[in-house]
Nanobody, 122 residues
Framework: QVQVVESGGGLVQPGGSLRLSCAAS????????MGWYRQAPGKTRELVAT???????VYADSVKGRFTINRDNGKNTVYLQMNSLKPEDTAVYYC????????????????WGQGTQVTVSS
């Protein structure tokens, strides 16, 4: 079994900051790309940021310069530091990890967390 669990969401005022964390646990041989996605009410889920095992990152244009993604490979954890938050950042934030579960198979699968709510409002 593999579990992916997010934490760190909440209510914050515009201009404020939050740090999200996502930890993967269970039967894990290797974790490849990890990333954050978000889904606002009435909208489709969209990419926020991704990071490879080596630390290469990709950001959505809407968050560049405000959000930073990083990871701790030893802890199977990815973080999202969100600064200068705006009301339009309000959404449920989901973590995704591409995980290889065993050395006996090269196949890797995407695992999603349950999501954490981020609300930006005064």
């Amino acid at each position: 079994q593999v579990q992916v669990v997010e934490s760190g969401g909440g209510l914050v005022q515009p201009g404020g900051s939050l740090r999200l964390s996502c930890a993967a646990s269970g039967n894990i041989f290797n974790i490849y790309d990890m990333g954050w996605y978000r889904q606002a009410p009435g909208k489709t889920r969209e990419l926020v940021a991704t990071i490879t095992t080596g630390g290469s990152t990709v950001y959505a244009d809407s968050v560049k310069g405000r959000f930073t993604i990083n990871r701790d490979n030893g802890k199977n954890t990815v973080y999202l530091q969100m600064n200068s938050l705006k009301p339009e950042d309000t959404a449920v934030y989901y973590c995704k990890a591409k995980i290889r579960r065993t050395s006996q198979s090269i196949l890797a699968y995407d695992y999603w967390g349950q999501g954490t709510q981020v609300t930006v409002s005064s």
